[in-house]
């Protein structure tokens, strides 16, 4: 069971990590939305491995577990296919790149949620709910 835990806990970090890195190449688009030329990245997970998180089930109360999860590195790509570009030939959408930095924001804030409880729940089973 504790390996089940570990792995889905490396696997929510990995998710941090990524989001952490896409918010630096939007951020990145935002701050180069007047450079002339420029072309907006994006950055998208690869898989490489399929991890098996699927959890023992010692109880039939017990819910289904996370099952498995695409983990791997992550790969930047332009992202600017349709994109009219301006007179200088940016193709940035300010709009487009702070609606996503958004929506990071909030997988990243999820995700790091997550991780709190879940440590908070095994710090409180660790001192048999003394602390």
Do not use: W
Not at 74 to 90: K, R, S, V
């Amino acid at each position: 069971m504790i390996n089940g835990l570990n792995k889905s806990t490396d696997a929510m970090a990995g998710g941090l990590t990524f989001h952490r890195r896409r918010h630096a190449v939007l951020a990145g688009n935002v701050a180069n939305a007047d450079t002339p030329g420029y072309r907006p990245l994006e950055l998208e997970r690869s898989p490489v491995a399929n991890l098996d998180l699927s959890l023992e089930r010692t109880s039939g109360l017990h819910q289904d577990s996370l099952g498995s999860v695409d983990a791997g590195d992550a790969e930047t790509f332009y992202d600017d296919e349709g994109a009219e570009p301006g007179l200088d030939g940016n193709t940035v959408s300010v709009d487009r790149e702070l609606a996503k930095v958004d929506a990071n924001r909030v997988r990243y804030t999820a995700t790091s949620r997550i991780i709190s409880k879940r440590m908070a729940a095994l710090r409180y089973a660790a001192t048999d709910g003394a602390g």
